[in-house]
């Protein structure tokens, strides 16, 4: 509570706090109250919740549907936007980058429900070294973050960066973390939206 005290009259860059990544449908229900709590504490501030994309099982979902989990959390929380994250070019053994077919698929759900909704879509753009999974342990070129945040635009949707923090594992807030190292991505970046 003293911790939030100290936030609550911060200067405009903070936007407010992060919540959960990928929470699955069946959560839905305490994540509200938390959301709820917290802008009783600190009006004019966001939570911050990032949602899953159409890969994950579909025990995630509800009833096993995508949109349906889409739907139901631009409808049930009261925030201004929708976000995911999907991280569409993969390396195969050969050494050649793919994009997943499903990625188009999950952007055009989440893109096409907010703008029913009259929300933002938000999409994390994959901008660092994936350390965790060896199959994809490469550092994305300027084109390959172009291409996401172009593909991210052109279906409306925010495109975000995803950053490293300093235990060097993927974190999905920006706002919250610090950057360990800076990639040529990101020193690239201003000239992705050029």
Not at 18 to 32: H, I, K, N, R, V
Not at 37 to 50: A, C, D, I, K, S
Not at 52 to 69: K, L, Q, R
Not at 85 to 107: C, H, M, T, W
């Amino acid at each position: 509570m003293a911790l939030l005290n100290v936030y609550k009259d911060s200067p405009p860059a903070y936007c407010g706090n992060y919540l959960a990544d990928e929470p699955t449908g069946d959560t839905f229900d305490s994540l509200q109250s938390a959301v709820t709590y917290f802008r009783e504490l600190m009006p004019g501030r966001e939570m911050y919740v990032n949602l899953f994309p159409n890969i994950a099982p579909p025990t995630a979902f509800i009833n096993g549907s995508y949109e349906a989990y889409i739907r139901a959390f631009l409808t049930d929380f009261p925030l201004s936007y929708v976000s995911q994250d999907f991280y569409p070019i993969d390396i195969d053994a050969r050494g050649r980058k793919n994009v997943s077919e499903q990625y188009y698929a999950s952007l055009s759900v989440m893109c096409r429900a907010a703008r029913d909704a009259g929300k933002e879509a938000w999409m994390y753009i994959y901008t660092m070294r994936d350390t965790v999974n060896a199959v994809k342990d490469y550092e994305p070129t300027l084109a390959d973050v172009r291409f996401e945040a172009n593909t991210a635009r052109r279906s409306d949707a925010i495109p975000s960066l995803t950053t490293a923090s300093t235990a060097r594992r993927p974190t999905r807030n920006p706002t919250a973390s610090v950057c360990s190292r800076i990639t040529n991505a990101h020193l690239s970046l201003k000239s992705v939206h050029r």
